[in-house]
Every structure is written in structure tokens, then in C-alpha cells.
């Protein structure tokens, strides 16, 4: 064969074989684009699944929320108090002290032996816990302190109480925040009456200053001698190893948000403290659709409630194995407990209607100043209004109010006797005075039960 043709023979068979590799890779390409779409028919199938809502019955929802909130635990002492604040988020605190004040009474329903002075141990002595704007003003575990940097930083894009105060007067008490700086530098832990005493500055002023402060981060409270507040630098009470860098507005959002989702078990778009952030209505429905796209929060459809509820999918497998009976433990439930926060949904979920009603003028009040909701396993049955007479150790109930009729009488007798003695013991005094119950006989059966 001369070179020609085996030139002629070389060309023919390099096309033959480009042919054949065309075939290939289109047949390949065919074969990948076939696959892609799959996987994006797949995926998108898989989105639908994500996005349809696990359909759950009221009781359920109930016991699930009963569950999350930690009512039936039974944790004990001081590390049992710190477990359930750190499953909780945060703890309202309330200044008001008709009994003792919500942050005990919420954590008296989650530990059984629970007393005021393991919560003021954890806080001010062993600084586990810190005070800061959460729920409002929250017991907040200390491990979250580096995320709080951020709102401390930046108080004027927050609704921050003691900063919008002062603010328009910042300029004219400038000198007067040096110098109280400067105290507690010198000094250490100092309160609105040493302030005043030290720099003859006016105590409404000092005590202003002194939140401010502490409202920006440059303070924490060091201790508390009765109703009187101590403050310190911030930078002195810290735990050594606390992380000193500041995050960025996306990663306290990111953070605040999925805290807030955790402490209130169902989330609802529709409340407006959603993620404990200033975020539109069109914000908080966003931000729940980009999470349920990312597989992170399932829809909930919870029987006989129009609205659509959701829930951490790391709470899911807890929502769907609720359908176990709750003990049928009374609890007297705290005005301000995480359970109620959102009103609107112990509406829907548990058909229980309730309103604080210390704010009201007396004579539009229904079931008394500090009204108190009485649960019973999953259900709230009534109300508990008490008050203490601490001159002369007694605990007056101005009234017991039940609003369902569907229990056991007896059984109900039994735990709601438990609970008070459970209350007594709490507020260390022995001696009780119902007023008034209803039904009226209720009274009897239960001081049977006391006495």
C-alpha cells in the first residue's frame, strides 16, 4: 500500500471513530440530562413533601408543647434548675411579688425541689446565667453572651427600653456616664444609692445611667441585696474563656431566631415577637419559608386550627411521638411562663381563653390581679388567684375558679391539694386561707385534703 492510501485509510478511519465518539458522548449527555432532570423531579417532589404539614390533633399539640416546656421532667437542685433554664432559653423576669415573682414560679413547675436561692446562686455567684433583653427582661444561660454582644453594640436598631430613655440626653449626662464609669472602675460593685451618695448625683438619674449602662454591655449586675440592684464591669464578672468576639447582625439574627423557635416549641409567623426581632410581617414569612425549603422547620396542621403552626425539624420526631397520655399532675402556671407567651395560640391549641388581668382597673377584672391558669396534665382547667401575706406567713387564695366539669372529681381533689401544699412550700409558710371556689364545695374537699 503506498503512502497515499495509507493516508486516505488513516483519514477514513479517524472519522469513523470521531463518529462513533459523537454518538457516545451525545448518548452520555442524554443520559446525564435524563438524570438531572430526575434528580430535579425528585427534589422537587421531596420540597413538596417537606412543605406538606404533618397533620396532629389537638391533644397532641398539647401534650408535645407540655413536653417541650419541660412541665413533666422532674429535675432536682441547683444543675436541675440550670438544665431546665438552658431547655427553656430564657426565664421573663417580673418585678411584681403579689407571691413570689414569675422567674421562681416558672421554675418551681419545672423542678421539684426547686427554691429561689438556686437561680441567685447560678447568676450571681457562679455566673452560669446573665439578665438581658430576651422575652423582655430574661435569665438568659451564659454561654449566649458573645451573641448578645451584638444588640449591647447596637442599641438604637433595638426597642431598647433603658436606651431610648436616655437617649435624646445622652450629650448632657455624657460627663455624668464617665464619671459613674469611672466609680465602678475605682470602686467596684456600686448601686444607685452609693452613685448618689459618691458624685451627689440625683438617684433617678444614677439609676438611669446604671441601666443604660447596663443596657449597652459595659455593666452586669453583680448581686441584689433585696430590692436594690449592684453593678459591675462587665469585663470583671465574665467567665474567663467567654468569646470576646463580637457577631454580625446576620449571625445574632440567625442565632436569635433559632432560640426563639426553640422556646416556643410551635412557631406562628403571626406573632409579632417572632426571633425576638423588629421584622415585618413579609420578614417572619420569609424567613420560615426559606428555613422550611432548607429542611429545617416542618409545617404542623393541628386539628380544628385554620392557621399553619411549625416546628424545628429537630423537634419533629418529639411532636410525632406525643401521643402518649401526660401524668395528671396539677400545675399553677406563672402569668408570664413560656407556655403563655403566645396568647393566641393557648387559644387555638387548647381552647383556654386567657388574659393577665393586673394591668385592668379593679372592677373590670373577672378572676383577680394575679390570675393564675391551673393546668391539669394537658389541659388547663381553671384559675388560681393567690396572694401572700408575708407579715403574717399565710397564703390567702382569693379564689379557685374551675371551668371545666369534664374530671374525675375526686382525682382532681387530690392533685390540685397536692399543688397547693407544693405552692406553701415554696413561699415557706404552713398556713392557707381559701376564700372562695367554684363550685362552692370545692373549698370544703379541698381544706379536707390540707388539714
Not at 472519522?15 to 448518548?27: D, G, M, N, Q, Y
Not at 437542685?77 to 431547655?87: D, M, P, Q, S, W
Not at 445611667?209 to 441585696?225: A, P, Q
Not at 424567613?287 to 429542611?295: G, P
Request: net charge positive.
Amino acid at each position: 500500500m503506498n503512502l497515499h492510501s495509507r493516508n486516505s485509510h488513516i483519514t477514513r478511519r479517524i472519522s469513523e471513530v470521531h463518529k462513533i465518539l459523537t454518538i457516545l458522548i451525545t448518548r452520555k449527555l442524554v443520559t446525564i440530562i435524563n438524570c438531572a432532570l430526575m434528580l430535579k423531579d425528585l427534589e422537587r417532589h421531596a420540597g413538596m413533601e417537606r412543605t406538606k404539614p404533618k397533620e396532629v390533633s389537638k391533644e397532641t399539640a398539647r401534650l408535645f408543647l407540655v413536653l417541650r416546656q419541660g412541665f413533666l421532667q422532674e429535675k432536682r437542685g441547683k444543675n436541675g434548675t440550670l438544665e431546665a433554664i438552658k431547655r427553656l432559653e430564657c426565664v421573663q423576669m417580673d418585678p411584681i411579688s403579689v407571691v413570689h415573682r414569675n422567674q421562681h414560679l416558672v421554675l418551681h413547675n419545672r423542678i421539684v425541689d426547686y427554691k429561689p436561692s438556686y437561680m441567685d446562686q447560678l447568676i450571681y455567684k457562679d455566673r452560669l446565667l446573665f439578665e438581658y433583653w430576651c422575652n423582655e427582661k430574661s435569665i438568659i444561660p451564659i454561654e449566649d453572651f458573645p451573641y448578645f454582644r451584638y444588640r449591647m453594640q447596637n442599641p438604637s436598631q433595638f426597642h431598647s427600653p433603658f436606651y431610648e430613655r436616655l437617649k435624646a440626653k445622652r450629650k448632657s449626662l455624657k460627663d455624668t456616664i464617665a464619671h459613674v464609669l469611672s466609680e465602678v472602675r475605682k470602686h467596684g460593685p456600686l448601686s444607685a444609692l452609693e452613685i448618689k451618695q459618691k458624685g451627689k448625683i440625683k438617684s433617678k438619674v444614677a439609676t438611669s445611667v446604671l441601666n443604660l449602662l447596663w443596657d449597652c454591655g459595659e455593666f452586669m449586675i453583680h448581686h441584689v441585696e433585696g430590692n436594690r440592684r449592684y453593678y459591675d464591669l462587665t469585663e470583671r464578672l465574665l467567665p474567663p474563656n467567654t468569646d470576646a468576639k463580637t457577631p454580625t447582625r446576620e449571625e445574632y439574627e440567625r442565632f436569635m431566631i433559632r432560640k426563639y423557635m426553640r422556646a416556643y416549641g410551635l412557631i406562628d409567623t403571626r406573632d409579632w415577637r417572632f426571633g425576638w426581632l423588629p421584622l415585618k410581617a413579609s420578614q417572619r414569612k420569609n424567613t420560615v419559608k426559606k428555613m422550611t425549603e432548607y429542611n429545617e422547620l416542618c409545617p404542623v396542621k393541628v386539628e380544628g386550627v385554620k392557621h399553619a403552626y411549625y416546628v424545628l425539624e429537630e423537634n419533629s420526631s418529639l411532636l410525632e411521638n406525643s401521643d402518649t397520655s401526660a401524668s395528671e399532675k396539677v400545675h399553677f402556671v406563672a402569668p408570664l411562663d413560656n407556655l403563655l407567651w403566645n396568647r393566641r395560640m393557648i387559644s387555638e391549641v387548647f381552647d383556654f381563653n386567657y388574659s393577665w388581668e393586673v394591668y385592668k382597673p379593679p372592677e373590670k377584672r373577672i378572676y383577680g390581679y394575679y390570675a393564675m391558669p391551673i393546668l391539669y396534665g394537658t389541659r388547663f382547667i381553671g384559675r388560681l388567684n393567690p396572694k401572700l401575706d408575708r407579715q403574717n406567713s399565710k397564703m390567702i387564695i382569693n379564689s379557685i375558679v374551675l371551668e371545666e366539669k369534664d374530671f374525675d372529681r375526686d382525682s382532681l381533689v387530690g392533685e390540685l391539694a397536692a399543688a397547693l401544699q407544693r405552692f406553701l412550700k415554696l413561699h415557706d409558710v404552713s398556713q392557707i386561707n381559701i376564700e372562695k371556689t367554684q363550685p362552692k364545695d370545692l373549698k370544703h374537699a379541698l381544706m379536707g385534703e390540707l388539714c
